[in-house]
């Protein structure tokens, strides 16, 4: 199986963990608070992560310099202001929009790797693939056209999720550009370290968290797998491809609902799985970069 193959594949696993993430994640808060399982999740994803690393040989946890310095800033960018800023923009705001300002990363990905990405030349299939999965995910995400019609823009809470969207695309921008080859199970390991031990310092002036349930521990590991799937699938195809293809998480979490809860599937669902894998076939072709 060649590369770009194994990335989308890789990519497509991280998508199904990121849609089974907020199921463990409900049952977690049945008896804690966010930040405790915010917390526990963090160490579970450290322990998955340093498995990771010792099953695939990596060896050793050592790292140079500049490459501590990139994953700070993603740790910091990504865990500790993306998704705080994300979480908080939830009380503000509907979980659709949220859903759907998420859904535009890969037009951030697109702005910023244009500039920064010179080596990332996508081509018009790239393009055509992207436009299409964010269609996709929007459809997937609505359920109905009353439920697009709906759809508010403007407030403060829509702008700390576009925030958190932005930050959540330069760490995919720094890490395609600056650790292509670190092994992924080492930049998750750091990278939700970090996490750790400012949830730890925080925590240590009131009380350490302690696990309440099974579930945060599962919502870890899950974390855990799909971080470094993701970083896997980011070593081997396009920042713009990996970020698009997250869009088939809302398309993973329509088919869990329908298999799991017994939750209907709407006829603009099925179009947009439709539209799903048609984005997935024209980022799989291959063909030169016209610009």
């Not at 930040?35 to 998955?48: E, F, K, N, Y």
């Not at 970083?231 to 993973?252: C, D, G, H, N």
Request: glycine share 8%; charged share 15%; with cysteine.
């Amino acid at each position: 199986m060649n590369s770009k193959k194994t990335g989308i594949l890789a990519i497509l696993g991280a998508s199904i963990m990121w849609s089974l993430e907020p199921i463990f994640a409900k049952l977690a808060f049945a008896d804690s608070d966010f930040l405790q399982t915010s917390a526990i999740r963090a160490i579970v994803v450290v322990l998955t992560a340093l498995l990771y690393v010792l099953i695939t040989g990596a060896g050793k946890l050592k790292i140079s310099k500049n490459q501590f310095s990139t994953i700070l800033y993603i740790a910091i960018a990504g865990t500790l202001i993306g998704d705080l800023l994300y979480f908080f923009a939830l009380t503000k705001v509907s979980v659709l929009n949220a859903v759907m300002i998420g859904h535009m990363q890969p037009v951030f990905i697109v702005l910023i790797g244009f500039f920064f990405l010179k080596e990332d030349k996508l081509t018009k299939f790239d393009y055509a693939g992207i436009i299409t999965m964010i269609i996709a995910g929007v459809f997937v995400t609505t359920k109905t056209v009353e439920n697009l019609s709906m759809i508010k823009l403007g407030t403060v809470g829509d702008i700390y999720v576009l925030m958190a969207t932005a930050a959540w695309a330069t760490t995919a921008i720094v890490t395609r550009k600056y650790l292509r080859g670190l092994n992924a199970g080492v930049v998750t390991f750091y990278r939700y370290l970090i996490a750790s031990v400012v949830f730890v310092v925080y925590f240590s002036f009131e009380s350490l968290p302690a696990v309440s349930n099974i579930y945060q521990i599962l919502v870890g590991i899950i974390v855990g797998v799909g971080t470094i799937l993701y970083y896997e699938s980011m070593k081997r195809i396009k920042a713009a491809q990996v970020s698009a293809m997250e869009l088939s998480t809302p398309f993973f979490a329509a088919l869990l609902g329908f298999l799991i809860l017994g939750e209907g599937v709407t006829g603009m669902q099925i179009s947009g799985m439709v539209l799903l894998f048609v984005g997935v076939c024209l980022l799989s072709r291959k063909e030169e970069a016209y610009f």
